[in-house]
């Protein structure tokens, strides 16, 4: 058991809940419009912009936000042709990022770099650095997403009736492609490439049955994955295991709770 | 006072790209695009069986140029997909206290040309007038609302309008959907889902309502009760109505124009007035028989399976376009 607080449990506890918060009503978008598998290939095209990162000795955070918002940029394009439903261009991108990425790595820093921390996150190993691209990047995020929100509903719900009624569908989607690419960009330090989507989708499923409206929804997502956060560094913490699979089964838990509940009681 | 108006006019390249012309030119450049010459599959034995009077809205040889006292005026509409012509040629005009009825069989085009009208598709070729000062409130199909997401009545209403509680709740009274203000979306039946998205359209102030397929999935007493709420509200408000029907018969008794439309215009005209008519009361009761009427229609060109006109065989007893059996 760790004394408390030690500056490191600090700074991760201060980074996982202000992501937490910005990653919330994302996260319910990302669900509203089943968009969880152009999240993950984003999250696995990250990998690429650690190894950009390393190649060209700049900011790793800097270099991996650059990748996603690529990423999204290429998607962005995909989505315009409809020929190909997206999800066949998801898959092809989302294990050739993910391949490659490794491969560049491994091929900069030989094969006794550890991988790990970037798969699954590294929550205590949070810098003072990192923490000002957590605040700084997560209060940006979280502005553009709260002058975004209600035409972001509005796409959600539906994209014809939006359009109709003068949104640009196509704008607001670009807008929201791009605030996702640096949320996953910035988490992807706390719960690592392969479960960030997670840290933002599962408090959102969670938050579901629980809430009445959009704005509910969001607000009741930002709590879970603060519990989520709390609880989960205090479990890795306690049980000495990786903070970031820590936090992610602790929302995960959440959510089958609520799901539960919300079950029981329809009947 | 004059509106500009959207010219979209093929290029000589072999992108289709659209030119924005002042409206003085409009007309002529119409003439060119809209000639039949450059129809890609001819019909000969098409003929045409209504009288070519004004705004017939059919879509033929006679048109020259958009409806300028319309709320909404077409002509020559082209949309191509995959190299199908989902819609050929169509020309359609609403004008105010006017209630027009598209019908027509599955994938006849009749979603495709409500958004080409509203501007969430762009068409081709043809010319769209839409003056600034036509407010359209658009009233989708409602299973295509995204149940994932939570809102009540009252939010969704608010959304986008920024309506207050007065005004959200005036709009649901006058759509008989008072009780439903606090419900989730996803709890409402059909009838209520659609008063819901009405009393929505409403909160606009619109001048020209346009509901797709509004009915379907309601029962014959509720379809009934949603047309006597529109017919009313065209009476209360002056408003113009384009509205799609999703059956090929069965339409609303005060359309003053139907139009069956599979691709092109098949056909268009007044609906027959069967309220007075025994069979069809005693079919759906005398509630419902003031409100629908039956659409009957005699094509005089079937389709082959491309979609193609052709002209009517012997051997075809069905009036129904596109199930004829070439």
């Known amino acids: ?92 991108m989302h294990h050739a990022a993910l391949a490659m990425g490794v491969i560049a790595i491994t091929l900069l820093k030989g094969p006794a770099i550890d991988l790990m921390g970037f798969l699954f996150g590294d929550v205590f190993a949070v810098t003072r650095n990192d923490m000002i691209w957590v605040v700084v990047g997560g209060a940006l995020v979280l502005a553009a997403t709260l002058a975004l929100w209600r035409s972001l509903v509005r796409v959600s719900l539906h994209e014809d009736l939006a359009t109709a009624e003068g949104i640009d569908p196509r704008l607001s989607r670009g807008a929201f492609d791009i605030l996702l690419a640096v949320t996953i960009a910035v988490s992807m330090k706390i719960v690592g490439i392969l479960l960030v989507m997670a840290f933002l989708i599962v408090p959102a499923v969670a938050a579901r049955p629980l809430a009445s409206t959009p704005e509910r929804m969001a607000i009741i997502a930002a709590i879970v994955a603060m519990i989520g956060v709390v609880g989960g560094l205090f479990f ?31 009947r | ?76 509409l082209w949309f191509t997909r995959h190299r199908r012509d989902l819609i050929a040629g169509i020309d359609l005009d609403v004008h105010a206290r ?81 009780r439903t203000v606090d419900q989730q979306l996803s709890q409402l039946s059909g009838g209520e889902t659609q008063r819901v998205l009405i009393a929505r359209a409403l909160l606009r102030r619109p001048n020209l309502l346009v509901l797709d397929e509004p009915a379907r999935g309601v029962d014959y007493v509720g379809e009934a009760d949603l047309y006597d709420l529109i017919g009313s509200l065209r009476d209360n408000r002056g408003l113009g109505v384009l509205l799609v029907s999703h059956d090929l018969h069965v339409v609303m008794a005060k359309s003053d124009r139907v139009i069956c439309i599979n691709g092109h215009v098949c056909c268009s005209g007044k609906p027959e007035a069967v309220a007075k008519h025994a069979e069809y009361a005693r079919l759906f009761g005398p509630r419902a028989a003031g409100a629908l009427a039956v659409y009957t229609h005699h094509h005089d060109h079937q389709h082959d399976l491309s979609g193609a006109p052709s002209p009517v065989t012997q051997t075809s007893g069905l009036d129904v376009d596109g199930r004829s059996s070439t």
């Open chain 2, 1 to 76: 006072m004059r509106q500009p108006a959207q010219s979209l006019t093929p290029s000589s390249s072999a992108f289709r790209r659209y030119v924005i012309l002042p409206a003085e030119t409009v007309t002529a450049t119409l003439e060119q695009s809209v000639s039949h010459a450059d129809r890609p599959v001819g019909s000969p034995g098409q003929s045409h069986a209504h009288d070519h009077g004004a705004a017939c809205g059919c879509g033929q040889a006679h048109s020259t140029a958009v409806d300028r006292t319309a709320l909404m005026s077409a002509r020559g």
């Open chain 1, 1 to 92: 058991m760790i004394e408390w607080p030690e500056p490191f449990v600090l700074r991760a506890l201060v980074a996982g809940l202000v992501l937490a918060v910005v990653a919330a009503p994302l996260g319910c978008i990302v669900l509203w419009r089943r968009m969880a598998y152009v999240g993950e290939t984003l999250a696995q095209s990250s990998l690429l912009g650690v190894a950009f990162g390393m190649a060209l000795n700049v900011d790793l955070t800097l270099s991996v936000i650059i990748a996603a918002v690529l990423a999204a940029l290429i998607l962005i394009w995909f989505g315009q042709q409809k020929l190909l439903a997206l999800d066949s261009v998801l898959g092809l």
């Open chain 1, 236 to 266: 890795s913490l306690t049980v000495d295991v990786p903070g970031g699979p820590s936090i992610v089964l602790t929302m995960c838990a959440l959510a089958v709770i609520s799901l539960m509940a919300a079950g029981s009681r329809s």
């Open chain 2, 98 to 178: 006017e209630i027009v009825t598209l019908i027509g069989p599955n994938g006849a085009g009749k979603t495709t040309l409500v958004k080409l009208m509203l501007g969430i598709e762009k068409p081709d070729r043809g010319e769209l007038y839409r003056p600034t000062s036509t407010l359209i409130g658009y009233v989708p199909q409602r299973f295509d609302i995204e149940r994932a997401i939570p809102m009540t009545v009252a939010r969704f209403l608010a959304l986008g309008h920024g309506a207050s509680d007065d005004e959200i709740a005036a709009a649901l009274a006058e759509v008989g959907a008072a």
